[in-house]
């Protein structure tokens, strides 16, 4: 008989108990899944066999607990849209300011990029902008910042023929901000992103070492190799070569100088990739690997320990 070690004996105990969770789940669904034999667990759980995520949430991979948010009062919410001349469209934004607020006062910035399907309505899970800007973490008042939640579109942030709104936050939303007294200097701007809004948090930061003087990525979308990204998206990058020029970890020594904050879930698909990428952060970022999945549930568990770590380096 083998003789396992401690971490062994816990991944075994940890499987015998998922496997039975989706047997009892087989059993009792009226068919809805058809036991095949005895390797089906771990071909689905492998993801070679359609059905991980729903298998996820059966055996409670995804699971996530957090507190409830809190606020300290009611912000308030500047909302508008501007013709871009980098995404050759118009955009539409929103900027979150926190309880007081006073007219062209001068504040950090914190500019949040959405995820995949998102605009500046629902870049932030469970909150708004200007409930961002008030929230309470630990029991504490965050100091004061604003943030920038904006149109970028589905095309990860990179620039694309026509379409570069990586260049619309960078001189356009930016100093637009920055006219309102908005992370203008002497005051600093932070990046904030979920999955894609991740992977354009590390690409602008990279590309913009001197403008940026935080990052906080929660599950971020990073694919290291252009095969991986054309499967999963064929429209993320316009070619190889743009994907090689936008690599993200081969370009990770720019971050050398920039506070880097990084969240993701064991059971997210981006997980391993994130693992990879987190290797090559400077010394003394802060690096959050827990229970969880790519889904709502652990943003938003992950969003506060961001905006307190923003605020921080920010203030």
């Not at 070690?5 to 998922?18: P, V």
């Not at 880097?260 to 987190?278: E, H, N």
């Amino acid at each position: 008989m083998k003789n396992f070690t401690k971490d062994e004996k816990s991944n075994q105990i940890s499987k015998s108990i998922s496997r039975r969770r989706f047997l009892k789940f087989a059993g009792g669904a009226a068919g809805a899944v058809v036991i095949a034999g005895g390797g089906l667990y771990e071909l689905v759980n492998n993801g070679d066999l359609p059905g991980k995520s729903a298998l996820e949430q059966i055996t409670g991979a995804c699971n996530v607990s957090y507190p409830p948010l809190k606020f300290s009062g009611v912000g308030s919410t500047i909302k508008g849209s501007f013709n871009s001349k980098f995404r050759n469209k118009t955009v539409g934004y929103t900027i979150g300011l926190p309880h007081g607020y006073i007219q062209n006062q001068k504040l950090p910035l914190i500019v949040m990029l959405h995820g995949y399907g998102g605009n500046n309505e629902n870049a932030l899970v469970g909150m708004t902008p200007s409930q961002a800007a008030c929230l309470i973490v630990d029991n504490e008042k965050l100091p004061d910042f604003a943030i920038v939640t904006v149109d970028g579109g589905n095309d990860y942030w990179n620039p694309h023929p026509r379409d570069n709104p990586m260049a619309m936050v960078v001189d356009e939303l930016i100093p637009m901000c920055q006219g309102l007294g908005l992370g203008a200097a002497p005051s600093k701007i932070g990046l904030m992103g979920i999955s894609m809004g991740g992977f354009g948090d590390f690409l602008i930061a990279e590309r913009y070492p001197k403008l940026i003087s935080a990052v906080a990525a929660i599950s971020p979308a990073i694919w290291l190799s252009y095969d991986q990204a054309k499967a999963a998206n064929f429209n993320a990058f316009a070619s190889e070569n743009d994907f090689n020029q936008d690599n993200v970890l081969t370009h990770a020594t720019f971050l050398k100088s920039i506070p880097v904050r990084v969240a993701s879930g064991y059971d997210d698909p981006f997980y391993p990739d994130v693992k990879t990428f987190a290797k090559s952060l400077p010394q003394g970022s802060q690096i959050y690997f827990g229970g969880g999945c790519h889904t709502g549930e652990f943003f938003i568990s992950q969003e506060p320990p961001s905006l307190k770590f923003l605020a921080n380096h920010l203030s």
